[in-house]
């Protein structure tokens, strides 16, 4: 697996705001996955865009990927205390993923 | 997306003895299945890649006969850490590719292996 980049690396935001994260990788990929890991738990599978797709929403969350910059990006509005957790990015080949570093977001109640 | 189970979710077991996780995929078969490991505040690094019906192909630095992986069946790969040690205490995921020609994969939830 090889390595992208997340940005940012932490972010603290007060509930009921906006958190925006970006990804980007290096090579030409199928799909993208988001997933979203509470400390020292499993990960949860937050939604996945096709590389013909440009936008995707499901519930508060809304993913956009732009194969041309190689870069996506994770919306998720009116935060809840709840979201606070690691976020991070999986592009998948078709033989192996890149993931970003992941962004550990925290929203103050 | 389609359901990747992993078992257990977390484990502790004794220095010396070995420790299996399953993965498997529920609603598809899944002819390749990618086994990682996770250190604290860090990325997966990929350990090993598992075909249905073949052996594992190990990622370098990956201890082959410490980490086990059979493939035995398409819905179903196990990792088995072997004699195991403190050191090995980390989180492992598997991924399960939808297919032979699959242009998708899905994460388990993970696996945390605590070693004492």
């Known amino acids: 697996s090889q390595q992208g980049e997340e940005d940012p690396q932490a972010l603290s935001i007060q509930e009921g705001e906006n958190a925006t994260m970006n990804c980007s990788y290096k090579?030409?990929?199928?799909?993208l996955q988001w997933y979203r890991q509470n400390s020292g738990r499993g990960l949860v599978h937050l939604i996945l865009?096709?590389?013909?797709?440009r936008e995707k929403h499901s519930g508060r969350l809304r993913v956009t990927l732009d194969t041309s910059k190689k870069s996506s990006s994770l919306l998720i509005t009116a935060s809840r205390a709840a979201d606070t957790a690691s976020y991070f990015c999986?592009?998948?080949?078709?033989?192996?993923?890149?993931f970003g570093t992941g962004t550990s977001l925290t929203v103050i109640p | 997306g389609a359901v990747v189970s992993q078992h257990p979710s977390w484990v502790i077991c004794k220095s010396g003895t070995s420790v299996k996780i399953e993965c498997r995929s529920l609603d598809f078969q899944a002819t390749t299945m990618f086994w990682y490991r996770q250190f604290p505040k860090q990325s997966l690094m990929l350990m090993a890649t598992s075909n249905e019906g073949s052996k594992a192909t190990y990622e370098q630095g990956v201890e082959k006969d410490k980490f086990l992986i059979n493939h035995a069946s398409l819905t179903l790969s196990t990792l088995t850490v072997t004699s195991a040690h403190p050191e090995d205490s980390s989180f492992y995921i598997c991924?399960?590719?939808?297919?032979?020609?699959?242009?998708?994969?899905?994460f388990g939830q993970g696996t945390r292996l605590t070693v004492v």
């Open positions: 865009i096709r590389s013909n797709e």
């Open positions: 991924s399960a590719k939808t297919g032979s020609g699959g242009t998708e994969a899905f």
């Open positions: 090579t030409s990929i199928n799909n």
């Open positions: 999986a592009g998948y080949t078709g033989n192996q993923f890149y």
